[in-house]
């Protein structure tokens, strides 16, 4: 039976994590800095209470902690585990944690940098994406292992080098939250009745102010660590940057100004009357579920 141990396993995440290798029919362990014992009572799991004799003897060590702490843990266990086990990480920044898995971890160790693209409210891995970061001359056996166990469970899993993965995750995550955050923002600042607001909005608008109150919903501290991607804050500065010059666009009424530079955006976005049907089957289902209600 294989040895897992979640650091952070008592937090949302790495609790999901433990669920899902238990049920995989791991021996599983966890360990939080909270010593939160109660938790790994109710997911049925062992709480690590000396973590570091029980890193020594894990075949897998996750690391499920806040992106800030997540390279601290690594160079503290690492260190410590023995030849032909492996050391993961779930943070969604990848080149820091990465860099110190390799950097730590001992000849035999294996690594391997992990992004699943979900969060804890997802009830399985069916339909999700998993990203998977190897690293060359230290990822082995483990890589096809967990590959092969994700997408058994019909995870669709992707292999990103941490340099391109954290550029790819400043747009489809930094930047994504932020404007939703944005919008949240601004609908405080104005403060504008949303829910009053929902008797006169479409389905399509209703749908983008539901994406915003999911984001607001959640973990804050998480979307903030988010944004300390290296590569989010050029991408956050572009797109205020673009924002200012829409705004001024509209501002001077401007209209062909602002026209030119939505359809410059659709050329390069390309693909944008297949969004448009996808969008559409989100809708209409939308308006089929209220039309049940």
């Known amino acids: 039976m294989v040895r897992i141990l979640i650091l952070g396993g008592t937090g949302e995440t790495g609790s999901w994590f433990a669920r899902y ?6 021996d599983v362990a966890v360990w939080g800095p909270s010593s939160k014992v109660e938790v790994a009572e109710r997911l049925g799991v062992r709480y690590a209470q000396d973590m570091m004799a029980e890193v020594e003897k894990s075949d897998i060590v996750l690391v499920s902690v806040l992106i800030e702490k997540t390279v601290e843990v690594i160079r503290e266990v690492a260190p410590h585990m ?17 860099k110190a898995m390799k950097t730590y971890a001992p000849k ?17 891995l069916r339909g999700q994406t998993i990203i998977l970061t190897p690293v060359e ?26 340099e391109e ?36 909005m479409s389905p399509v608008y209703e749908i983008m102010i539901d994406f915003v109150g999911r984001i ?16 989010a804050a050029a991408v956050r500065q572009t797109f205020v940057a673009e924002c200012m010059r829409l705004c001024e666009k509209a501002d001077a009424g401007d209209l062909e100004g602002f026209k030119q530079i939505m359809q410059e955006a ?11 049907e996808r969008s559409d089957r989100v809708i209409n289902a939308r308006i089929g579920e209220k039309g049940k209600s």
């Open 266 to 276: 659709a050329r390069h976005y390309g693909g944008t009357h297949e969004a448009l």
């Open 137 to 162: 001359g230290k990822t082995g056996k483990w890589l096809p292992i967990m590959q092969s166990l994700f997408e058994s469970d019909g995870a669709h899993v992707e292999i990103l080098g941490a």
């Open 108 to 124: 035999g160790v294996e690594v391997l940098g992990t992004h699943p693209m979900f969060g804890p409210t997802m009830a399985a």
């Open 165 to 200: 993965h954290d550029e790819i995750m400043a747009v489809v995550q930094a930047l994504t939250h932020f404007a939703y955050i944005g919008i949240g923002v601004a609908l405080r600042t104005l403060d504008f009745d949303v829910e009053r607001s929902r008797r006169f």
């Open 216 to 231: 607001l919903d959640q973990n804050p501290e998480l979307y903030a660590s988010i944004q300390k991607n290296p590569k």
């Open 21 to 26: 290798f238990k049920e995989k029919g791991f």
């Open 82 to 98: 023995h030849p032909g086990s492996l050391i993961m990480d779930v943070t969604s920044i990848k080149s820091g944690p990465v």
